[in-house]
């Protein structure tokens, strides 16, 4: 007489037979590694085969492989799928031990959904559970996990975001949120990894009001990862390449450094896998913006000589046309010049503006307020879109979602009540001053 089953493994038979009904899925991710790491925690000897079933150690390396993992960060697919190979592998070396393991089948199943999802092929490079042998010294991500395992930082790697647009708006690398002029070459970021300098030239003539018509970028030389790279755009020229006429840094089937064209001749972006930065160019009417993520600890690696930087700094108080915590205090005095000469465009009232960027923004946070004094400004309708495309930007490359959208009770001020009002009450002091 033969031996009788374990429990698992009539437990895991009963779904094989039922398998025609195709209606039926697999747990989501989440779902499935609780449910995993659940039942890994039953009592030695429960659900086994005769030989070890090893389906949670499989587990247990996978979720330690992609804990670290961040969707918004460049390269987590090409890293997710490693992880998913490697769990696959897993798998299928203890497929044997177990046959009968309800658990294993689930997981069978829910790793073959995320390939699908993350359109990962099964052929290619895994991940391996020891960190020193995946080390990759120009891909940011990993030698940073590297540090953790070798009992450094045992924290993930704290991202800012910088990005200026429209006439300008700086956002600093700490949220603070500025109107300049800062007409001419200026700095936002000179470190010891990376410089990028933006030329501001005046909008309109009579205002101070200036906007971005040329942006520099070096990513400077970095060991084996890549060579020094000089990128360039001007109004009008918005390449997809390098200023020596390559699109990528560094050696190697996957780039240290590359270059993708989103829409031909208005938007580009550069991914820097050796130092976990990715840069945003656009250029919306005649004007360019720039929206950039980098880790802490990179952006703040510059000398005392490289103190100015705007998205450190912030814009030099004798530069800003704000009240400092940007309210645009000079709205009513930025219309009076454009109004006196014949403009190249069609006048926005208050309503009319308001009514035109409330159809892009529906949040009247910053960027809203920012496309109102824009319109006020300039009579650009382009710079709308720029206001927009600003705010998708933060979205996609700003790492903390409660400060995509800055209100103006953060501190930081609509652009138009303060002014408004205080424009409204000079009048109504120089009507009593007259009647009295």
Known sequence: MGRAAPFCAAAGAEPRRRRPHRGWRSPPLAALLLLLLG?????????????????????????????????????????????LRAYAGCTQRTSKACRGNLVYHSAVLGINDLMSQRNCSKDGPTSSTNPEVTHDPCNYHSHSEAREHQGGDQS????????????????????????CKVEGAWPLIDNNYLSVQVTNVPVVPGSSATATNKITIIFKSHHECTD????????????????DGTTSGGDGEIKSLHIVEKVSGHHVEMHARYIG??????????????????????????????????CVNGCPVSERIDDGQGQVSAIMGQMLPRAALAPAWPGYTLETATTQCHEKMPVKDIYFHSCVFDLLTTGDANFTAAAHSALE???????????????????????????ILSVSLRLVCLILVAFL
């Open 393 to 419: 930007d933060v979205e996609a490359l700003h790492p903390r979602k409660e400060r995509w959208h800055l209100f103006p009770s953060n501190g930081i001020g609509g652009l138009m009540g303060s002014s």
């Open 228 to 243: 020094q790279k000089v990128y360039q755009a001007v109004t009008d020229d918005l390449p997809a390449a390098f200023v």
């Open 277 to 310: 930065t990715t840069v945003y160019v656009r250029q919306l009417g005649r004007y360019l913006t720039l929206a950039i993520r980098m880790p802490k600890n990179l952006a703040m690696a510059y000398e005392e000589s490289q103190d100015l930087q705007l």
């Open 156 to 179: 993930p790697p704290t991202y800012l975001f910088c990005g200026l647009f429209g006439d300008p708006h700086l956002r600093t690398f700490n949220d603070h949120f500025q109107t």
């Open 39 to 83: 039942l890994g925690g039953l009592p030695a000897g429960y659900c086994q085969q005769p030989t070890q079933c090893r389906i949670q150690k499989c587990t247990t390396d996978f979720v330690s492989l992609t804990s670290h993992l961040n969707s918004a960060i460049d390269g987590f697919d090409s890293e997710f799928c490693k992880a």
